[in-house]
C-alpha cells in the first residue's frame, strides 16, 4: 500500500482536481436552489460575508464566498473560506466546497471581506463552468 501525501505543486492553496480526485462515484446532483445561487453571488459581487448551515457543518458558520461553478459531474458547488482562517501556517486551512442544493440555510452578513490573493478561477476544480466568482 502506498502512502499517500497532500498535492502542492504550487504555492497556491486552492484545490485542484488532481488534490479532490476520488475513485468514487459521486452521489446524484441535490436539487438546485436558484435562490440560494442568485444570494451567492450577490455576496461574492459585493464581496459580503455571509452565515450558513450545511449537513456537513455544525451550526451556523460565517463564510466569505469566492465562486458559484458547477462541477465536472454536474453539482453547483461554492467555495468558501472562513475569514477566521490562518492560511500562513504550515498546511494552510483550505477552502470548504459545499454542495448549494444541500445548503440548509443561508443568509448575508452586513460585514465585507477581502478576497483570498490564491484564488484560482481557472482551476481544474471549477471545470464544469464558473457561475460567478470574485
Known amino acids: 500500500m502506498m502512502a499517500t501525501s497532500p498535492v502542492r505543486a504550487t504555492r497556491s492553496w486552492w484545490p485542484n482536481k488532481s488534490a479532490t480526485a476520488t475513485n468514487e462515484r459521486p452521489a446524484s446532483p441535490a436539487a438546485r436552489k436558484s435562490a440560494y445561487e442568485r444570494l451567492l453571488c450577490n455576496a461574492i459581487s459585493g464581496h459580503w460575508l455571509v452565515e450558513l448551515r450545511h449537513p456537513d457543518l455544525t451550526g451556523w458558520r460565517r463564510f466569505a464566498p469566492h465562486a458559484v461553478f458547477r462541477s465536472a459531474s454536474g453539482h453547483v458547488n461554492v467555495s468558501v ?38 484564488f484560482d478561477r481557472a482551476s481544474a476544480l471549477h471545470e464544469g463552468g464558473v457561475i460567478c466568482s470574485v
Open 81 to 118: 473560506v472562513d475569514p477566521e482562517a490562518d492560511r500562513t501556517a504550515e498546511g494552510g486551512d483550505r477552502p470548504e466546497i459545499l454542495e448549494v442544493g444541500r445548503l440548509a440555510g443561508l443568509r448575508l452578513v452586513a460585514e465585507q471581506f477581502d478576497p483570498d490573493p490564491l
